[in-house]
């Protein structure tokens, strides 16, 4: 590998840079300034790497520190300073006439420092984000103040990156081909490796890690002659080193005042990439006993499932005969040959079914962590439930472990999704707002397929207060009858049984028991016994029985007219929810909140639309931070602006790209999650993926650099084809694959998102290289295209989910293709002002300026 003193300058053509970035315009070409071909080449690939590591880091980082759906934070303030990097570079003359490696060692060095000190911030500053709901309060106020304090922080991080990627593309020349697939293969690598080191050394030392390669670039491209800044970068290089060996020594994250705080009991802690685990033991007050027999999970920071101290033998355990998990048991009367837990968690249900005798106990958790926990850490503890020749503990997705399994279970146990930190395990990841594909129709019909004939399928869930507002319950009554009428049966009154509990993390704990059969009288009447045996044990349906009136008790026996009837005058949207829009924990309409948004709101009562409220809140803020860092910086250069033709047809142009980008990539993240398993793993998959097909399709458009109306028409027919083949393919092609290896359904999932990428990949490129040949502004339009661009897709990665949760999937997705349709047109016409502009000189090329546009940060 050459150093930055081998070889030559890279090509300074008076390119202007990607979507804004910086124009050559040379630099000092002293031979301490130069840097070569393979050093420009090394120095994108780490700026790459180390940005896409920050940015997932900070999902996972701030999925702890915070509620679950801040990580929409994450993404698009990144994308906000990133693009704010590449607007100062062309808005800033020292910047352009500076040398190469004077402003990447300064930028990688100012990138290292603030991301440390954005980490410090981020991390310990104390937040009481529930606070921000209780309107004309100073907790309140207080409250906004420090979550604008964290949302500078994370900007301020990806700034730096934005300059040197803008100066390095935008001086590419030549090389431009071989600068951006640089940038394409760090990213990539960092996208494989990013949930192996999250894992490994956990969140916050992958920040450090990404600190430390931009110390370590800084003190390679810094000039020998700057030796302070060079001993200095390659000092803070290996210190920032340290914590990938020994993350112990990274400060640990302080958590929203309103979670469960780190305390005296803590005994564990670790990092998945699912949620964060912690182990608490129950410390006792004064002059009480301590507690032995129970240790406490919790998944980033909110209250998860328990470990039991069991002993090893079964007929031992008396726990579970006043509990709702031996109604299972009661209901079949006889041992299940074969029974299926779904979220195992600690062991609980596993110790239940052994106590009543299961011959086959399949377990299936999400979480690596908590699997290691039952396996290894405290094995001795939870009894050593693994060495049980009956149970058969998996990691992995309890959907596709289903779809996989060719028999058929007696029992199906769906444990206790009720806590937020069960929602946390279903969205952890950035732009997945509660999703939750255990709880479709589309489950439901896989489950009762997987039942025997005696089988049943039971799901559990906590309730904020049943009395008032049984809504998980109701919605999950009307996502079976859904899916039995998609199976040819629209009376499930002999179908279902539901009771209530007490339950120590909420208002209620609800158990509803499916059958594909009819219940038999027998069944029927053990279960109607059962249930007063609980701890205030209620129950709600069952047939022929003396239910008490309500909503839950009437949804399966009323027809649908008395049914819609009693749903209209219900204050909660509790509908069926399917594959297309699995938000089983949004109950209040984006509209109701708007209506209500003037009015505070009970805090600590976190179903009544605070995170529909925090969306809100979040695109409120990325609209006012886009505008404010990337719009008006133009007031620089406010003579050149008025100068623009078209400025409005344009803004159109590139606004519609942001926008109805942001709306593809982001449903196709959160459609892929139920197929690949992990929120992470879509994230990554789905990004990589993006960004390497965006690329060559980017790379392809110049064929069409000089004759762009050639190719509007088949991009845009072959966009709306590939959004019809999402909209009526794609479950049926995901479902068929669920039960394939994992390697498998990843090398799908890039297939399938190939073409979408190469085809949005073209559209950027040719709308800078039409408004940049517009006028003697060139770079100066790309800027202003750039940024009109990054403050839609800002906005756009916070709105796509409120619209996902509203119309689903597939209707935003139809969306952006209607977008892009009007992009298309307005490409056409810039194109039409591009050529009534443009007269070339008798002989030259009609767009000397701009054969060399960069195609893509």
């Known amino acids: 590998m050459s150093s930055p003193d081998e070889a030559t300058e890279t090509s300074t053509t008076g390119t202007t840079g990607p979507e804004g970035s910086a124009p050559s315009t040379g630099g000092p070409s002293s031979p301490e300034e130069r840097l070569s071909r393979t050093s420009a080449l090394v120095a994108i690939f780490v700026v790459s790497l180390a940005g896409l590591l920050l940015e997932v880091a900070y999902t996972r980082i701030i999925s702890y520190k915070l509620w679950y759906y801040y ?25 352009r006439s500076a040398g190469t490696r004077k402003v990447l060692g300064l930028a990688s060095l100012w990138g290292a420092v603030s991301i440390v000190i954005g980490y410090l911030v981020v991390s310990q500053v104390p937040i009481n984000t529930l606070a921000l709901w209780s309107y004309g309060t100073g907790a309140s106020f207080r409250s906004l103040a420090t979550l604008l304090v964290i949302c500078l922080a994370l900007f301020a991080t990806f700034i730096a990156i934005g300059v040197m990627i803008a100066v390095l593309l935008g001086r590419g020349g030549d090389d431009i081909g071989r600068l951006y697939f640089a940038d394409l293969l760090g990213a990539g690598i960092a996208a494989l490796v990013v949930v192996f080191l999250i894992s490994w050394i956990g969140p916050p030392s992958v920040v450090a890690v990404s600190a430390a390669s931009l110390a370590a670039l800084a003190a390679w491209v810094t000039p020998g002659t700057r030796r302070a800044q060079r001993g200095s970068a390659l000092g803070l290089a290996v210190l920032l080193a340290i914590p990938a060996f020994l993350p112990a020594l990274v400060p640990d994250i302080r958590p929203e005042d309103t979670t469960v705080q780190p305390g005296p009991g803590r005994v564990f802690s670790s990092w998945g990439p699912v949620f964060r685990v912690d182990v608490d033991e129950i410390v006792p007050a004064e002059d009480q006993p301590p507690n032995e027999e129970i240790k406490v999970l919790t998944h980033d920071g909110t209250p998860g499932s328990g470990l039991n101290r069991f002993g090893g033998d079964p007929a031992s355990v008396t726990r579970f005969d006043a509990d709702p998990r031996a109604w299972p048991f009661d209901i079949l009367g006889t041992p299940p040959d074969r029974e299926l837990i779904i979220g195992s968690a600690g062991g609980n249900e596993i110790v239940a079914s052994l106590s009543r005798d299961a011959a086959r106990i399949d377990a299936v958790e999400l979480n690596p962590v908590t699997v290691g926990l039952v396996e290894d850490t405290f094995a001795d503890f939870t009894g050593n439930l693994t060495d049980f020749p009956q149970v058969n503990l998996t990691q992995g997705d309890g959907r596709s472990f289903l779809a996989r399994s060719n028999d058929l279970y007696d029992l199906v146990w769906f444990v206790a999704p009720d806590s937020y930190a069960a929602n946390n395990a279903a969205s952890s990841g950035a732009f997945v707002l509660s999703e939750s594909y255990l709880y479709t129709a589309d489950m439901v019909e896989t489950t009762l397929e997987h039942l025997s004939d005696r089988g049943i399928s039971v799901a559990q869930f906590g309730e904020v207060s049943f009395a008032d507002r049984p809504n998980r319950t109701s919605r999950y009554l009307l996502t079976v009858r859904e899916a039995f009428a998609r199976l040819g049966i629209d009376d499930i009154s002999q179908h279902v049984l539901v009771a209530t509990s007490t339950d120590p993390y909420s208002g209620g704990l609800s158990t509803i028991v499916v059958k594909r059969t009819p219940f038999t009288q027998d069944e029927v009447d053990r279960f109607v016994a059962s249930v007063p045996e609980a701890s205030s044990g209620t129950l709600v349906y069952a047939p022929g029985a003396a239910n008490p009136p309500g909503l839950v008790s009437s949804i399966p026996v009323a027809d649908q007219a008395a049914l819609d009837a009693l749903l209209a005058d219900y204050p909660f949207d509790v509908s069926a929810i399917t594959d297309d829009a699995p938000f089983f924990w949004h109950f209040v309409p984006f509209d109701d909140v708007l209506r209500s948004i003037t009015e505070s709101i009970d805090p600590a009562d976190r179903e009544n639309a605070v995170g529909e409220r925090v969306l809100l809140l979040l695109l409120a803020i990325a609209a006012v931070f886009a505008v404010v860092f990337l719009v008006l910086p133009f007031l620089v250069i406010r003579r050149e602006w ?41 994230l990554t998959v789905t990004l990589a993926s993006i960004l390497v097909f965006t690329g060559l399709g980017a790379l392809l458009s110049n064929r069409f650099a000089d004759r762009p109306r050639a190719v509007i028409g088949p991009l845009l027919g072959v966009l709306v084809a590939l959004t019809l083949l999402y909209r009526f393919g794609l479950t049926p092609l995901t479902d068929a694959t669920l039960s394939a290896p994992f390697a498998l359904r990843v090398l799908i ?10 085809c949005l990949g073209m559209f950027m490129p040719l709308g800078l290289r039409t408004v940049g040949g517009m006028t003697n502004h060139a770079d100066e339009y790309v800027a202003w295209g750039w940024a009109i661009n ?31 349709l009007f ?29 060399q546009v960069p195609l893509s940060v």
């Open 71 to 95: 990580t929409y934070l994450v993404i698009g303030l990144a994308l906000l300073g990133i693009g704010s990097g590449a607007t100062i570079v062309v808005l800033s003359a020292s910047i």
């Open 642 to 682: 008025r100068a623009l033709p078209a400025k409005g047809l344009s803004a159109v142009y590139f606004a519609a790209l942001g926008l109805a980008f942001m709306l593809y990539e982001i449903t196709m993240i959160q459609r892929l999650t139920e197929y690949l398993g992990f929120p992470t793993y879509s």
């Open 749 to 758: 999932s890039v297939l399938v998102l190939a073409p979408l990428g190469l």
């Open 790 to 820: 990054g403050v839609f897709s800002v906005i756009g990665s916070v709105l796509t989910t409120i619209l996902s949760m509203s119309f689903g999937f597939r209707t935003v997705q139809l969306l952006a293709m209607v977008i892009y």
């Open 823 to 851: 992009a298309g047109a307005a490409l056409w016409q810039l194109r039409g002002v591009h050529d009534r502009v443009v007269t070339p000189r008798p002989g030259s090329d009609p767009e000397p300026d701009n054969e």
